[in-house]
């Protein structure tokens, strides 16, 4: 069993920054895949960023340059920065990690972006 809890999220100003943490717990190893989504009312979940199992990153292009994905291996924590941060990044933001057992999420945390 895999538990994940996101934290950080807010409300922040146009061209502001955040960072977001996943904190996981359970059955996780370093080598499980890792990422960051994003979803709006009405919309489907859509993948941000993943770490891959060789040590990659892989960036929607819409958040390249503005996100940056980030493990602490040892304290089992993701971490998202978020910078020059828009409206439309407005979401709620999910930690996800797939494992042998399968696919975990978070509950997810709330990013509104406004002024």
């Known amino acids: 069993q895999v538990q994940l809890v996101e934290s950080g999220g807010g409300l922040v100003q146009p061209g502001g920054s955040l960072r977001l943490s996943c904190a996981a717990s359970?059955?996780?190893?370093?080598?499980?895949?890792m990422g960051w989504y994003r979803q709006t009312p009405g919309q489907q979940r859509r993948e941000l960023v993943a770490?891959?199992?060789?040590?990659?990153?892989l960036y929607a292009d819409f958040v390249k340059g503005r996100f940056t994905i980030s493990r602490d291996s040892a304290k089992n924590i993701l971490y998202l920065q978020m910078n020059s941060l828009k409206p439309e990044d407005t979401a709620d933001y999910y930690c996800?990690?797939?494992?042998?057992?399968?696919?975990?999420w978070g509950q997810g945390t709330q990013v509104t972006v406004s002024s």
């Open positions: 996800h990690m797939d494992t042998v057992q399968g696919a975990y």
């Open positions: 359970g059955s996780i190893s370093s080598r499980n895949n």
């Open positions: 770490t891959t199992t060789i040590g990659g990153m």
